[in-house]
């Protein structure tokens, strides 16, 4: 299997009410994600979520702390996809949709109803409004010694 990192930024409205979701088209109907993506060749996680956040929604996003890191098999793909969810803050931009091939609809949604998108499970609802998180730590290549 190929493994596929996955990038998503977790964005809320000023009242931290609502998180911004987009509306995905797919070959078995539209679904709803967080803004993100794939990783591409030589990019880091930051530079993937920060890119895939302005294409699919038209904000520029500030990137911070991990929200959480899980992962999937998709056999019909073959893929191994890990799918890294960062906390991150709009600094600047406007809601737009520049690929409506791919994306139907930004909105703002509930963080009780983002959560079953987001796929929270039982165990862990409520995460998302508080502030449980782990840093993120790029090591530079020069960082690191054999």
Sequence with gaps: MKRVDVTYVLLFDE??????MVK???????YYT???????PGETLEEAAIREAKEETGLDVEIGDVFSVSEGFFEDRGHHAVFFIFRGKITGGEITISMP???EEVTWMNVQEAEDYIHVTSDTKGLIKRKVSAPYLLRKRSDITS
């Design 15 to 20: 009242p931290g009410e609502n998180v911004l």
């Design 24 to 30: 995905n088209t797919g070959k078995n109907g539209s």
């Design 34 to 40: 967080l803004p993100g993506g794939a990783v591409e």
């Design 101 to 103: 091939e791919e994306i």
